[in-house]
């Protein structure tokens, strides 16, 4: 199984940047594909970016592209969301979650995903 947990999210201006982290642990979390959701109070959860189990694939909404970078550390472990340019849309609680894949998957929408962490709160005011 795998444990999430979600750290870095807080308050910046628009234009400031934060980086959000995800700590991956667990007996399957070197198996594991990791997405970002996002959910702002009154909205739909949406898929922010993912990332594959070996790092070679990568997905990223349409709004956050050349904003946002997702990357994931050698060892596996620790899955990042790099946000730059923050504007006050982005405001929103960021979940970060996880299924098991093989090496070669990199399917990131319409799939369930079993492990979820707590969330962050990101704020980015004007």
Do not use: H
Request: glycine share 12%; aromatic share 12%; net charge positive.
């Amino acid at each position: 199984q795998v444990r999430l947990v979600e750290s870095g999210g807080g308050l910046v201006q628009a234009g400031g940047s934060l980086r959000l982290s995800c700590a991956v642990s667990g007996r399957s979390s070197s198996r594991s594909m990791v997405a970002w959701f996002r959910q702002a109070p009154g909205k739909e959860r949406e898929l922010v970016a993912g990332i594959s189990r070996n790092g070679g694939g990568t997905y990223y909404a349409d709004y956050v592209k050349g904003r946002f970078a997702v990357s994931r550390d050698n060892a596996k472990t620790t899955v990042f969301l790099q946000m730059n340019s923050l504007r006050p849309e982005d405001t929103a609680s960021y979940y970060c979650a996880a299924r098991d894949t093989i090496l070669t998957d990199y399917r990131f929408k319409g799939v369930d995903y079993p492990y979820w962490g707590q969330g962050t709160q990101v704020t980015v005011s004007s």
